[in-house]
């Protein structure tokens, strides 16, 4: 591995320890004085730098501006809805009698806070096309794995315990077949056609009275909208199954089509990707699941309803249980609402509008460079591969290596798997035509370099704090400490 000068100037902040010198002030012992652990149970060889205060926030300071992130630059990851969301939708979650309440309180004292989710209900319920919404699960996963559950308790209460497997198309999101698994069932892989769709001979061939649903992203990871669903649905439900929507691809379709209206039975959404929240680092989070009638009795507790002039927490009549210690994550539910009332109908069906647009944008421009796998319009995102460019040595992990020199980071690689050497990329709609073109004309120059001079795209990134990796070596034999070199 290899760093840079900015990196090495960082390192050095390290070597500036002074014996005396302090960043922070210690107030006074208002509590008795405790002995220390035992000397076996102290760490003599931790050696803590000694800095002054300045040195100190010089420091963090630094490394903070080495983060990326979408409120300084464009994120064209696919399938993760990386866009800019509003700040005010932030100041709305940290008012007082949102951010400062406990979800131990009475419900009583916290009357507004149950009828903004009460309204939240209403409002995914309006969108997806379904009856009732569970805003418990605390991500995209958690939904998934709530939706299997209610699969199970749905299946087990009708006696038909044969149903024990989950259709996934080979396109899907991982997290489906891990979600399937883990609520018990087997997973049995569904394959794509060459139009990027479901199999419907494939499909036909593996409907048994063993099957208990099937889990489809809609639009899919290609991008594709795929115009067999209704039959899809269909085929499912003439053989006793049910039907999951992966959601998360909502970016997509808002205001234009509800996934209740095609047929499926269970929905997830994905609140952190399309509805406000920033994500990455690992959160925060929210996946509420959106039912049908027949499935609203299934959903994990607690659920918001209104009864009387009273808002309450219920368990629905044969609940799969709690999965969370509470109600969902409730800063990011706020955001979620805050966003959808500042957009309304129209406003909705705008993001998806110019998500699609922007897009189609980039197929257009980049067609001729990259190699389209399936080529059609597509929806919110465009799945490209670098087959062409492979031919010169150059792969995909090499195109977004060389894309951090130019400002940008990388758009999701190697996924969908069905894709060989994939580059998965998602404009959004908050992203102007001038940063897109930005964005493309970087692409078309990586182009370029791969074909005429490969060596350079290979050896990329050159100007980031930290160069290309081995990133096997970092894997195997990980270096999680500090060290003077």
């Not at 803590?48 to 064209?76: A, G, H, K």
């Not at 991500?139 to 024990?164: C, I, N, P, T, W």
């Not at 769709?197 to 992203?217: H, Y």
């Not at 379709?253 to 990455?280: E, R």
Request: aromatic share 8%.
């Amino acid at each position: 591995m290899g760093v840079t000068a900015q990196d090495n100037k960082t390192r050095l902040l390290m070597d500036q320890s002074r014996s005396g010198r302090r960043g922070a002030t210690i107030p006074a012992l208002d509590v008795p004085r405790s002995d220390l652990p035992p000397d076996n149970m102290l760490r003599r060889e931790l050696d803590l730098p000694e800095l002054s205060e300045p040195e100190i926030i010089r420091y963090f300071i630094r490394l903070s501006s080495m983060n990326y992130s979408v409120d300084t630059n464009f994120y064209p990851l696919g399938s993760c809805t990386m866009k800019y969301n509003p700040k005010i939708n932030d100041e709305i979650a940290r008012l007082p009698g949102f951010a400062r309440i406990h979800p131990f309180q009475p419900e009583e004292t916290v009357q507004g806070a149950l009828e903004l989710l009460h309204h939240l209900q209403d409002l995914l319920a309006e969108i997806t096309g379904m009856d009732a919404v569970s805003l418990a699960p605390s991500a995209g996963a958690h939904g998934e794995f709530s939706g299997m559950l209610l699969f199970r308790s749905y299946h087990k209460s009708r006696g038909d315990v044969k149903r024990q497997q989950i259709l996934v198309p080979d396109s899907a999101h991982g997290t489906n077949p891990a979600s399937a698994a883990m609520a018990g069932f087997e997973v049995v892989e569904v394959q794509s056609d060459a139009e990027g769709n479901t199999d419907l001979e494939d499909l036909r061939s593996k409907l048994s009275d063993s099957v208990a649903g099937i889990m489809l992203t809609m639009p899919s990871t290609l991008g594709l909208f795929d115009p067999n669903v209704e039959e899809v649905c269909n085929l499912v439900h003439e053989a006793g199954g049910l039907v999951y929507g992966d959601g998360a691809n909502m970016n997509a379709i808002l205001g234009k089509v509800k996934l209740g209206d095609l047929g499926f039975d269970v929905v997830h959404l994905n609140l952190h990707k399309t509805f406000s929240t920033p994500h990455g680092g690992g959160g925060p989070g929210a996946g509420p699941i959106c039912v049908k009638e027949p499935f609203s009795r299934y959903l994990p507790k607690p659920h918001v309803e209104k009864i009387g002039e009273a808002y309450r927490l219920v368990a629905p009549e044969e609940s799969v249980g709690a999965i969370g210690s509470f109600l969902g994550n409730f800063g990011v539910l706020v955001r979620a609402f805050v966003y959808i009332r500042t957009l309304g109908a129209d406003g909705l069906r705008a993001v998806s509008e110019n998500a699609v647009l922007n897009a189609n944008y980039v197929l257009a421009r980049l067609r001729d460079k990259y190699f389209l796998p399936y080529d059609r319009s597509c929806m919110h995102e465009v799945v490209f591969s670098a087959n062409w460019q492979k031919r010169h040595g150059v792969k995909a992990l090499d195109i977004g290596k060389r894309l951090l020199d130019h400002g940008f980071y990388a758009p999701t690689i190697y996924f969908p798997l069905i894709v060989e050497e994939a580059m998965m990329i998602e404009p959004t709609e908050t992203e102007t035509l001038e940063t897109i073109d930005e964005f493309i004309d970087a692409m078309l120059d990586i182009a370029e370099e791969a074909e005429k001079d490969p060596d350079i795209v290979i050896g990329a990134p050159y100007t980031t704090p930290v160069i290309r990796l081995d990133e096997a070596l970092a894997a195997r034999q990980p270096d999680l400490r500090w060290t003077e070199r």
